[in-house]
């Protein structure tokens, strides 16, 4: 049996996810050998145009995007979102809460209407093709990354956690960022990710996106404990979930 | 001699982010030479516009990957500058001890993993593995123990946790300190083969001169090869005092390029480079024993002005940040780690910061209201620095190297690009792809 095509496609990111497969160390020797890594401009010269499985890193922002990840979706048998910027849009979805002409002026000045300098709002990848499987965070966890990819080449469904942060959370028996006072999103977010930031006394800010049903009215009870407003938890929630459910 | 030569390397590979090269030549006459930036931007600058002073840090780490710690530092930096916020000694150690793990990080990736597959002639690392598989394994080993590094000092090797305007959140225990630098002790060999690997294919490096400005981060008090802290200086500097980092936007004198959706920048001359050879130029003398032993087994001088000894002044580095951080937990744990509390109260200011990433100068500036909230920022890129001058090294370079005939002028180009360590998505991305028919 000839081994799985696997091709690392990215768009507007930081490329932090594609790094995260290179901190594999030496572990990246292992998937090379079951896996022909037949793309990945980031570290080889090497192009292709048929994948077994496509992984895109990050958000699609511009129409000549939109024409590249269709046809990525084409040639892809499986196409794996990576990280939030591809999942949910990320950090880049920041720029959809202002007018687009403004950010250009604001970054640009005089020269912001040169055209090599369009942008469009910011879309997770499954805003503009299907998407298959989507291995959250920013970046993404190597182990959860590793875990998908194996239940992927054995050809089995990879179960994703949709249960809150909180849970991992408690399990590590940390004390509450709201404790402390923080606005920590906890609550709503999905887990997966050991509760890496509360664990380094750092709020979790919601890299992972929301759980299927958050349950925003005990978000609410507990922000009326700690005399927090609603206010207060929609500027946390916009770092990553900008223009996204679950309204509040 | 070739008479014609048509270059087009669209989604130049093995960098961070996306560039092209162009090249045409007609009848021995060269009609364009250009390195184009075209990639999209994500507009940071106007994203963070009415966040909160405790999160520019969780945003602009994402400009990018691999120099995340160094975006969080210089941000960080510039939020405690704008609201006036202390930072302990203890933290300050603890900072520096985490900026070194990037530096190692970034430039054993660089070097062992994107470069020298050109230098043993291969597309990629991956054919190089059943070729030279001690190498590449001591290779990985090193890029592990600096992941690893910053795990522990910074929560993960990318995208930090632990910092926070007035210092960290979570500090490492004694015990983890001793145990990294045990790691670190055991990682010098390692650095000493990987220069040996290299050094026997540095001829490949082609010889290539053209002399530029070179400008870094210098510091005086104490004197230090410093990547944290210290004011701005140049090679054309001559005598002329340092330009304070607050003032950082009379050095970079950014403008937009028709070719670049990256601005440019220009001091003294219309051009200038940031980077590891750009520090050594400004402060090899300060470098430690090791890695002035390093220098000294590639011949590298200060006033090198070959790009291509970029890569050689980044295994200088590596032998730097490892035995620079060996003395700096030995002052540590004789100190003493005590656990701090941050307490800020926010204010309106605007304020500075400026660090060296792996690949050079960084600066971010922010202002605040008085509730902490950010209303401006400024953040100028180290590779968007280099980008005229390497438009420029091409001027010089194909003329230098065009009757090596096509392929290899194309190769060579590459590789100068690549010596730069280029991180394009600092800032911007790009999209036109054309697809492999």
């Known amino acids: 049996m000839s081994k799985p095509r696997v091709a690392i496609f990215d768009f507007a990111c930081c490329e932090g996810c594609q790094l995260q497969i290179v901190n594999l160390e030496e572990e990246i020797l292992d998937l090379i050998g079951v896996v022909d890594v037949v793309e990945w401009r980031e570290a080889m010269s090497e192009q292709s145009q048929e994948y077994d499985i496509a992984l895109i890193e990050g958000s699609i922002t511009r129409p000549e995007d939109e024409e590249r990840i269709k046809e990525i979706r084409k040639r892809a048998k499986i196409l794996v979102a990576l ?166 | 001699m070739s008479k014609n030569i048509n270059i087009h390397v669209h989604h130049l590979t093995r960098v961070e982010g996306h560039g092209n090269i162009v090249v045409n030549v007609t009848d021995g006459t060269i009609e364009k030479c250009e390195w184009q930036v075209p990639e999209a931007p994500r507009f940071f600058e106007a994203m963070v516009r009415g966040r909160r002073w405790d999160d520019i840090q969780t945003i602009v780490s994402r400009i990018c990957g691999i120099c995340s710690i160094t975006h969080s530092l210089a941000s960080t930096k510039a939020v405690e500058d704008a609201l006036d916020i202390e930072v302990s000694e203890q933290a300050d150690t603890l900072r520096i001890l985490m900026h070194y793990s990037e530096q190692l990080q970034s430039h054993v990736l660089h070097v062992g993993y994107l470069v020298a597959p050109d230098l043993f002639t291969a597309p990629s690392v991956v054919p190089l593995v059943p070729k030279a598989p001690d190498a590449v394994k001591t290779i990985i080993r090193a890029h592990r123990v600096a992941n690893q590094w910053s795990d522990l000092l910074a929560g993960r090797t990318t995208h930090p946790t632990t910092l926070k305007p ?109 980077g590891a050879l750009a520090r050594f130029n400004n402060n090899a003398d300060l470098l430690s024993p090791l890695g002035k032993k390093v220098a000294d087994m590639f011949g590298l001088k200060k006033g090198n002005c070959n790009p291509f000894m ?78 005229a001058n390497i438009q ?8 230098q190297f065009m009757d090596r005939g096509q392929d290899d002028l194309r190769h060579g180009m590459e590789m100068l690009v690549r010596s730069y360590d280029p991180c394009i998505s600092c800032s911007t991305h790009m999209l036109n792809v054309e697809f492999v028919k």
């Open chain 1, 83 to 248: 990280g939030a910027c591809a999942t949910i849009g990320g950090v880049n979805k920041l720029k959809n809460n202002f007018d687009l002409d403004e950010v250009k002026t604001c970054v640009y000045g005089q020269d912001a209407g040169m055209p090599h300098l369009a942008t469009g709002m910011t879309k997770a990848v499954d805003e503009v093709v299907p998407v298959d499987f989507k291995i959250h965070g920013c970046p993404i966890d190597r182990k959860e990354f590793t875990y998908v990819v194996r239940c992927l080449l054995m050809g089995k469904t990879p179960v994703i956690p949709d249960y809150p942060v909180c849970v991992e959370c408690k399990a590590k028996e940390n004390v509450c960022r709201w404790e402390y006072n923080e606005v920590c999103l906890g609550p709503i977010i999905r887990a997966g990710c050991g509760a890496r930031c509360p664990s380094t006394n750092f709020r979790c800010f919601g890299c992972r996106g929301y759980v299927e049903n958050p349950n925003v009215e005990a978000a609410k009870e507990v922000m009326d404990k700690y005399g927090l407003t609603i206010d207060d938890l929609k500027q946390k929630m916009e770092l990553f979930g900008s223009k996204q459910e679950p309204t509040i």
């Open chain 2, 166 to 274: 007035g210092g960290l959140t979570k500090i490492p225990t004694e015990k983890e300190l001793r145990q990294l630098q045990e790691t670190l002790k055991a990682t010098v060999n390692d650095l000493v083969t990987i220069c040996e690997v290299v050094l026997s294919v540095a001829d490949k490096l082609p010889n290539f001169t053209r002399d530029t400005e070179y400008i870094s981060l210098k510091q005086d008090n104490p004197p230090t090869y410093t990547f944290y802290h210290g004011d701005i200086t140049s090679t054309d500097c001559n005598g002329d005092g340092p330009v304070h980092i607050r003032d950082w936007e009379k050095v970079a004198n950014e403008y937009v390029s028709p070719q670049s959706t990256a601005k440019w920048t220009r001091w003294h001359r219309d051009a200038y480079a940031v």
């Open chain 2, 310 to 387: 970029n890569n050689i002044a980044q295994l200088v580095e590596c032998a730097h940040v490892v035995e620079t951080s060996i003395e700096m937990i030995d002052r540590l744990l004789t100190n003493g780690l005590k656990e701090e509390k941050i307490s800020v109260t926010p204010k309106a200011g605007r304020g500075s910061g400026c660090v060296e990433a792996p690949r050079g100068i960084l600066f971010h500036t922010y202002e605040f209201d008085k509730n902490g909230d950010c209303v401006a920022a400024n953040i100028c890129i180290p590779t968007n620095q280099n980008h």
């Open chain 2, 392 to 399: 420029k090294d091409f001027e010089a370079f194909v003329p």
